[in-house]
């Protein structure tokens, strides 16, 4: 059913100028060194990612390592999937499991980009596996490993192990259901201990100034509304429900061609009733009596400790990262695992149908089909390949034959020169992708380089331009040259959205300096694209 789309989207990842955008802030650093690639290793890498790609370089390129890793971690999800689902449903609810996972963009998408939350779902679908088999021993295992990982999957899968252990009664219990309390304390006590000391490097980032938080969004209005992040990463965060609602579409939402475009399109209309509708079926199939056994009720410890760490990420934010983070992982695996075994189970509510053993397999792939026509695809080869510069590959390959000791600065920061130091492998002097609001210190610098650039593009003589290359050791220039002639002035975030537009004004009274430089310093151009070299601007 999806192996053509697999296969085409492997062809496709295996383009360099195809790629996830998370790719351009979380993989550089393992290849280009400077000020913005050793913010990241300090004071966002977790200890056990930055070991894993280290130790893989040896062997591997790290780009070619974050283009792979996705598909032996989808395996890995839909394997767990379907070892929950069987174990609680049956063979027709685990092959109904594994296909709306396919049939969802969500894991792809997520696990696109080398980025640390790459291993989430993978984590989140061992740790339900772990719950549903009773192997508590596991599941403390994977709170540890996620800790050097990915830690947010700490704190969902930490909880649900306190749950399982210390909370669920021990007839529900798995292999600890005869350890004493002090036994289960006590192992409890060494996974928390293990995680903290994994998660110690990251707590001690004095060198970028203070972690920032709503009361900083005066000083620093790039932290707020309007600044760089969406409404789904700032504060107020959304409840969880909005953010239950918005991944159950998403995981629901097919990714690529619909089975039926006639029926598809019919759906589409209906979509949020039929997403509240499968929410029914899940909770109506686990309170049904087929769903009341014991590895049922430890799996319902990761929905207790999803909706815990949400709650948690919102009390203190901004201190255990994303609330978004706590929805946007389980939800799909739990999905996939609930919403073919709790249909399964309705046919149990009726007493005259738990005598036919083939109802429950024929409820559980009806209830899916139906779902794969209605809402689902066939899989998309560009899921998660956001990125696409194969029309600019000639002013990429100009700059990959600059040295090493190239500085690169652009306009507009958020376009091109975001993926300069991704593909080139040279320094960036600022991008959008890495202009990120988490530290004051950092934030200050980034402030100090915007308004050097914004100062450089716009520029009315040689002054700014000679201070960007003299003072800031930029090198070569990016600038698009329709920024001179457009009406609307290119959009940045608060509060340079400000700045920008006072030095277009400045400049279209007294005349831009970058198109008279342009005979002199210009070496490559492309279209409205000119690279100038800051080395060989004129001064007179």
Known sequence: MYGPFLIAHIHNSANPLLFGDDARQWIVPFFVSDYITEYYKSALFPIGYTAFYRALALVADPTTVSKVLPYPLLLAVLVAVWAAASRLG?????????????????????????????????????????LVYGQTLWLAAIVVISAALYPTITVITGLALVLETLVLPARHRGITWQWSFK????????????????????????????????????????????????????????????????????????????????????????????????LALIVLGFASPGLQNSPARRLLMLVVAMVAGHTAAVMFAPYLYLPQRYAIYPIPILIAIESPVAAGALPTLFHQLKRFWWVRPLVTLSMTGACLLLLGGRGSERTGLNVDWRQESQLFRFLAGLPDTALIAGWSPKEIIDSVPYITRRSAFLTYETHNAFHTGYLDEMRRRMRALVDAVFATNTAPLLQLRDHWGVTHLIVDLQHYQSATPPTYFKPFDDWIRVALERGREAGFEVPRQIKTAKVFSHGSLVVLDLRQLSVQ
């Not at 027709?92 to 997520?110: H, N, P, Q, R």
């Not at 994994?198 to 969004?217: E, H, S």
């Open 90 to 130: 049956g063979l027709a609810a685990a092959f109904s499991g594994v296909a709306l996972c396919l049939s969802s963009g969500v894991f792809l998408d997520w696990t696109a980009g080398g980025t640390p939350r790459t291993f989430a779902f993978a984590f989140i679908g061992a740790a339900a596996v772990a």
């Open 183 to 278: 036994r289960r304390l006590g192992l409890v006590t060494i996974a928390a201990a293990g995680s903290v000391l994994l998660l110690t490097p990251m707590l001690r980032v004095k060198a970028y100034g203070q972690q920032l938080t709503q009361a900083d969004t005066v000083a620093y209005p790039e932290f707020g509304p309007g600044g760089k992040y969406g409404e789904e990463d700032r504060p107020p965060f959304r409840s969880f429900f909005t953010e239950l609602r918005l991944t159950t579409r998403e995981m629901l939402n097919g990714a690529g061609r619909p089975w039926s475009y006639r029926v598809h399109l019919r759906a589409e209309p209906w979509a949020p009733q039929l997403d509240l509708a499968v």
